[in-house]
Nanobody, 115 residues
Framework: QVHLVESGGGLVESGGSLRLSCAAS????????MAWYRQAPGMQREIVAR???????YYADSVKWRFTISRDDAKNTVYLRMNPLIPEDTAVYYC?????????WGQGTQVTVSS
């Protein structure tokens, strides 16, 4: 079993920044991908960014050049640096880890961007 704990969400003004963290623990395969998703009210969950075990990264077009995903494999932790934030980024952000082909999800952290 894999357990994910997210932190770093909050309320910020438009143009501001936040850094989300997600720490994983449990039975994790040596090679795994980690990603951030988000879900706004009334909307489907969508991918924000993904950090592959190969070192490659992927960003959704809506956050490209504003968000940066990084990982610290020694700590089994993935980060999401968000700057600048805009009101459209308001959502619950979820961390996801794929281990052995199985996705595991965190509980989510709220990010609210005021205009």
């Amino acid at each position: 079993q894999v357990h994910l704990v997210e932190s770093g969400g909050g309320l910020v003004e438009s143009g501001g920044s936040l850094r989300l963290s997600c720490a994983a623990s449990g039975s994790i395969f040596s090679l795994y991908d980690m990603a951030w998703y988000r879900q706004a009210p009334g909307m489907q969950r969508e991918i924000v960014a993904r950090a592959f075990s190969s070192g490659a990264v992927y960003y959704a077009d809506s956050v490209k050049w504003r968000f940066t995903i990084s990982r610290d494999d020694a700590k089994n932790t993935v980060y999401l640096r968000m700057n600048p934030l805009i009101p459209e980024d308001t959502a619950v952000y979820y961390c996801c880890l794929w281990s052995g082909g199985v996705p595991y999800w965190g509980q989510g952290t709220q990010v609210t961007v005021s205009s």
